[in-house]
């Protein structure tokens, strides 16, 4: 009956046409009715005497039927307004409208003839209601075109809702084709005209116009419209002063109120705010968005219960916001509920991150990748053990029980990793005995480190049987570090259980794969000679391959032999010597001060000299001590200190070093800086002697206790490659 009601009234509707006969019964804008200075109910008493005294007084049967409407009596307001409508007086059509519009589907249908009588007689409210009817389908059929026709009537009558719905209509191409200038031009009309929704939509569009934004001209439209209180200015308003530089406090309190009267964008943007500083204070503004639908405020909601390690709240929220398709939102779910230790939480986290993923949230790939882990480690995958063992996303604790897992399962890396952790927390046989598991299945790794900790002098259980037998099985294995750990023993003497053959074959490979300390100990066996045949071809090769890889031995080598003629290099000599010796290789230390001292290879230059001498003699270099000793005796390049002189000829004499005994003697048997003691000066030449030294002899032949008066007699010689006119 409804849908045959409605089909028999549009089509007189349309009919009628839109431009109908005014009649001039209207209600006037004053009356004695309206007298405000008297309470509600004396009012409808006041009124009724007056319609009691003129029953023809249509205006006050009016405005009688308004006086019960407000005091909340519509059956006693409908049965005013019924033959006023009927009477035609547009004001009574369009109250008893709307009186009907609330009985239904039916009484919607009447009502749109009630108005449609009010808008035929020229009424822009009529006409209005007209349009808007038509744009919901309220009580007519839903038809946007017929709305514009309605709508462009009432704003020729300068009606500002009309002009407003007209410029939405224009804007978004609703019953009309779209046309920007003509929405901008009724917006601007409505806003003009003071129609407050109007001034704030027309303020938001000069300040965010993407080709000429003007927000200071924005925000003037936008300050009137939020005094007329539009929630939506408010919102806008405070966004241009926040986006703008523009006072905070007075963009925080035009979001309060806005907030307040239901907004909920502003209720985001304020619970936004207030996170900054105070996060209680933003969580009732942003679950009071989020229940009212507003997904970014639930997503900041969760986003705050992480932060306060609160991941039930957070589950709650962040479902809220997926519940509305926030894709965010369902990254931050899955993340939460592939945390959770329960199965089913984890394959709802799948479906939640594959549906994030096809929304672009790229960050969702990994997590779905590292859920698949999950299920295959559970099911047994060493594997994927293995990887949440190395995934430093989890917790320790929960790694460690995975690496544990997967070593138990016979997962190679997890054992190494494992005997690893154990070692370095002091547990060396839980360490063997996982490495023993990881070598027993050929895993050479695990053979070397074996090695490795049996062959450690520094830490127990030391056995060096057991160090090569791990060492020569990752050997055949094909590990050359662990070749070059057997070859090296060998070639430093301790050759039991390691054929010759095997040693220098192992050297060569681990050499040839770069090992350097294994080129640099090939290069000075073939220097030598030893176990390897005599080529210093060879031996320049593998020390230039050493020295290129930083060896300090090797570059030490390599100069000494360039220098004996032995090799021809590249590299300057002095270049060698001092990259070896700033590595702290005391031989080339040593060299670079004798070079200093005596103009060999580099001008003299004590100071130098003396400097290198120091770093060698103080690691216990017993020639660079006896050079240093007699700078310090000569005062060359340091200051003259026969203390000094003293202290570092003794280091190197308690060295075996023959020539600094003879010149402690010295010391002693002419008193440079000690009490002269032909006694002590016969025990050191006596030392010194012992061991061949020349001048030791000469000394102890002249040194008379009988006559130690007589100095002349004395043959104290220098010291073999002393600087000449030296007196040492």
Known sequence: MVEQLRRLLLPALLLAGLTGTSVAQTAPNAHPCQDQSIPPEEAIAHCQDIVAANPADAT??????????????????????????????????????????????????????????????????????????????????????????????????????????????YRDGRGIDPDPAAATAWLLSAATAGHPPAMALHGHALATNPDNPQPAEGAKWLRQAADEGVTDAKLWLASIYLNNGGPRDEAIQLLTEAATAGQAEAQTWLGLLLAETDPEAAIPWLERAANAGDAEAAFRRAALAIVANDPATARRWSEAAVAQDHSPAMLLLGRLLAASPEEADQQDAVTVLRRALQQGEADAGPLLASLDTVHAARTGDTAAQYALAKDSTRNAADRRDWLRTAASGGHIPAQLQLAALLRTAGDTDAAIRWLTAAAEQDSVD???????????????????????????????????????HLSRSYYDGE?????????????????????????????????????????????????SRAAEGGDAAAQFALADMARAGEARIAVPVVDLLRTAAAQGHLDAQYELGRALEDGDLLPPDDTAAANWYINAANEGHAEAQYRLARLYGEGRGVGQDFDAALRWFTAAADQGLAPAATDIGVLYQLGWGVPRNLDTARHWYEKAAAKGDSRALRNLANLNPARPSAPATLSILPAEGARPGSRW
């Open 60 to 169: 006050a049967q009016y405005h009688l039927a308004v006086l019960h409407l407000r005091a909340g009596q519509p059956a006693k307001a409908r049965a005013l307004f019924v033959p006023l409508a009927e009477a035609g007086i547009a004001a009574a059509q369009l109250h008893l409208g709307t009186l009907l519009q609330a009985e239904g589907e039916v009484g919607q249908i009447e009502a749109a003839g009630w108005f449609y009588q009010a808008a035929t007689q020229g009424d822009p409210e009529g006409q209005f209601v007209m349009g808007d009817i038509h744009a919901a389908g309220i009580g007519v059929v839903q038809d946007d075109a017929v709305a514009i026709a309605w709508f462009e009537l009432a704003a020729a009558q300068e009606h500002t809702d009309a002009m407003y719905r007209l410029a939405l209509a």
């Open 446 to 484: 695990a053979q070397r480190r074996l090695g490795d900790i049996y062959s450690d002098a520094t830490s127990a259980p030391t056995d060096q049987r057991l160090a090569k037998q791990w060492f020569a099985r990752a050997a055949i294995n094909g590990d050359t570090e662990s070749g070059y």
């Open 495 to 543: 050759t039991a259980g390691i054929a010759a053959e095997n040693a220098r074959k192992w050297l060569i490979a681990a050499a040839e794969a770069g090992n350097i300390e294994a080129q640099s100990l090939l290069g000075h066996l073939h220097r030598d000679g030893r176990e390897v045949p005599a080529d210093q071809q060879a031996a320049a090769r593998w020390l």
